[in-house]
C-alpha cells in the first residue's frame, strides 16, 4: 500500500507557514496548515502526475501560494519541502536541491 511521508523538513515549513499567516491573523495559520495537509493527502491517489520542478515533482496548493515539492519511491511518496511560491525563484531552486 501506498503511504505520503512528510520529512522533517517538510515538516518545519509547514511550521513557518503556519507562524507566517498567524502573526499577521491568529487562526488563519491553522487554515493554511490545514489546507496544506489536504493538498498533500491528495498525493495517495494523485501522485507522480504533477510537472518536474527542480529535480522533483511540484505540486501546486488549491488554497494558498505554496508548492509541495515531492519525490516517489516504489511504495512512498515523499514530501521533502512546501515552499512560499512568492519567494525568489533562485531561493526556490537552490532550498529544494539542498532537501533531495
Do not use: K, N
Amino acid at each position: 500500500m501506498r503511504r505520503v511521508v512528510v520529512l522533517a523538513e517538510a515538516a518545519e515549513d509547514l511550521e513557518e507557514a503556519r507562524r507566517f499567516y498567524d502573526a499577521r491573523e491568529s487562526g488563519v495559520g491553522d487554515c493554511c496548515v490545514t489546507s496544506l495537509l489536504a493538498d498533500i493527502e491528495s498525493l495517495l491517489s494523485h501522485h507522480g502526475v504533477h510537472r518536474r520542478q527542480h529535480g522533483c515533482f511540484r505540486m501546486l496548493a488549491s488554497r494558498f501560494p505554496f508548492g509541495v515539492y515531492y519525490l516517489e519511491a516504489q511504495h512512498e511518496t515523499r514530501v521533502v519541502a512546501v515552499l512560499d511560491l512568492r519567494r525568489e525563484p533562485s531561493w526556490i531552486r537552490s532550498w529544494v536541491a539542498r532537501r533531495q
